[in-house]
């Protein structure tokens, strides 16, 4: 049997079981001619997450919204199984771009997946982080557009999500900043992976590089298990204090979704029908909202975050989700949140 993993009494779903549970809950979706761009989600296929693949990523995008391309978002999928340690990571970027051509022949349906791809670089090599970059921009055919790395920690129950054993602050850490100076020379970004709590530390690591590309994944990591379950009202007000500051850096972009992770807290995978969109419109608005503010359109963009998310909802179901929040955004900052800010961060010809 495959692994289960077990959240709040109750195992997580995987693969078919888990598509089955969002099936349960289909809508029509909203707004079917708005362009998007979907600025992050994975692909594996492992004894402990399961197979999500091109097929299942098109099967889950074909649900009437107009995905017109995606970027694809390092999840240590598909390493070399052999050759220097540093360097293995460079086969999920080969991987990625393989998809990225099987896509772009047309045969999987008129999106683009994975037109864009981050890898992983480890940064804690300090300089010798270098040759790997390279290596991993000739892997990306054209594709290679930054490195995610993340840094996520918690002295609570959300270490669990955490993929490495690190320090609480290794963004401040020298070594670190060595091969993250390497991005900025080599054209690459860095999408910022972290919880709420750390916000302070990605302050102060844009202020040390303020010319590097950013991106804030999941909306900046809100956390709701213990011990910061039951304190929604305070974890919002010091998130809320965190983007507002994070706002200051004009090379800091904010992805928009994420959180529909577990680690938010919400109880939306324990039901035994996923959560309508208007349901999960109330519950995300806030941060949507808050990000949207601070940002603005022209710095904000959208993430399915799936396979991820797909803990509490199905993919159209999502989209519907974000489509109500900004129900009354014109329609040039619909523009810049579902496909501008992607193209522009991303590089993406559309």
């Known amino acids: 049997m495959a692994e289960q993993y077990v959240f709040r009494g109750n195992a997580y779903r995987h693969g078919e079981a888990l598509h089955e549970w969002t099936a349960k809950r289909e809508e029509p979706a909203l707004e079917p001619d708005l362009p998007i761009i979907d600025t992050h989600h994975h692909l594996y296929d492992d004894e402990r997450r399961h197979r999500y693949l091109l097929d299942q990523l098109m099967r889950d995008v074909n649900t009437g919204h107009d995905i017109i391309t995606t970027v694809f978002i390092e999840a240590s999928s598909m390493y070399r199984k052999e050759g220097p340690e540093e360097e293995r990571c460079i086969g999920e970027v080969e991987f990625a771009n393989g998809v990225a051509a099987m896509s772009a022949s047309g045969l999987y349906g008129k999106t683009r997946a994975c037109a864009a791809i981050i890898g992983h670089g480890d940064l804690r090599l300090g300089d010798g982080v270098r040759p790997v970059l390279e290596k991993l921009i000739s892997a990306g055919n054209g594709r290679f557009r930054g490195i995610r790395f993340g840094v996520c920690w918690d002295a609570g129950d959300a270490s669990r999500f955490g993929r490495y054993q690190l320090p609480p602050h290794m963004v401040l850490d020298p070594t670190f900043r060595k091969g993250f100076a390497h991005l900025k020379p080599l054209g690459l970004s860095f999408e910022s992976w972290q919880f709420h709590p750390q916000l302070s530390d990605t302050v102060d690591?844009?202020?040390?590089?303020?010319?590097?590309?950013?991106?804030?994944n999941h909306a900046g990591g809100v956390l709701g298990i213990p011990p910061h379950d039951n304190k929604r009202q305070q974890v919002f007000e010091t998130w809320?204090?965190?983007?507002?500051d994070l706002a200051q850096f004009p090379n800091l972009n904010v992805k928009l979704g994420g959180l529909g992770m577990l680690y938010s807290g919400w109880d939306f995978h324990l039901r035994d029908i996923p959560p309508r969109s208007e349901e999960l419109a109330e519950t995300w608005r806030p941060y949507i909202e808050t990000c949207i503010e601070a940002f603005g359109a022209e710095r904000c963009m959208m993430e399915s975050n799936f396979p991820v998310d797909k803990q509490s909802c199905g993919y159209g179901v999502f989209w519907n989700a974000m489509k109500r929040i900004t129900q009354n955004c014109s329609p040039a900052e619909k523009a810049l949140l579902y496909r501008a800010t992607a193209a522009r961060v991303y590089r993406l010809e559309i």
């Open 205 to 216: 690591l844009l202020r040390a590089f303020p010319d590097t590309t950013v991106i804030l």
């Open 240 to 244: 809320r204090k965190s983007i507002r």
